[in-house]
Nanobody, 132 residues
Framework: EVQLVESGGAVAQAGGSLRLSCAAS????????IGWFRQAPGKEREGISC????????YYADSVKGRFTISRDNAKNTVYLQMNSLKPEDTAVYYC?????????????????????????WGRGTQVTVSS
């Protein structure tokens, strides 16, 4: 059974940093994509970053580009999201999700990785709160 577990959420001050982890079990990290999504109260869940292990591509939403960095450790089956220069508008529940067949969608249309309907498995989320 595939499971994803997020951790690392906390309360941080604006301008600070946090590192989120997404630990995967029940699979290997070959030819999959892991996406990070977030959902603020009253808003839709939005894709903010993705790493595609099939071609080592990384993707970022404009709202986090230059501040967040996604990376992976295959030996630990873990994907990280390093979040720097945090802003109050980064406050949300952060989810990681797994797409088992990224090669079917990669390059098919702009922003494909942000389509949450493509993802096969989801974690339960971790809360990030940024105070001003």
């Amino acid at each position: 059974e595939v499971q994803l577990v997020e951790s690392g959420g906390a309360v941080a001050q604006a301008g600070g940093s946090l590192r989120l982890s997404c630990a995967a079990s029940g699979l290997t990290f070959d030819d999959i994509a892991i996406g990070w999504f977030r959902q603020a109260p009253g808003k839709e869940r939005e894709g903010i970053s993705c790493i595609d292990s099939s071609d080592d591509s990384t993707y970022y939403a404009d709202s986090v580009k230059g501040r967040f960095t996604i990376s992976r450790d295959n030996a630990k089956n873990t994907v990280y999201l390093q979040m720097n220069s945090l802003k109050p508008e980064d406050t949300a529940v952060y989810y990681c999700a797994l797409l088992g067949t990224p090669e079917k969608y990669s390059g098919t249309y702009w922003g494909w990785w942000r389509n949450r309907n493509l993802y096969d498995y989801w974690g339960r989320g971790t809360q990030v709160t940024v105070s001003s």
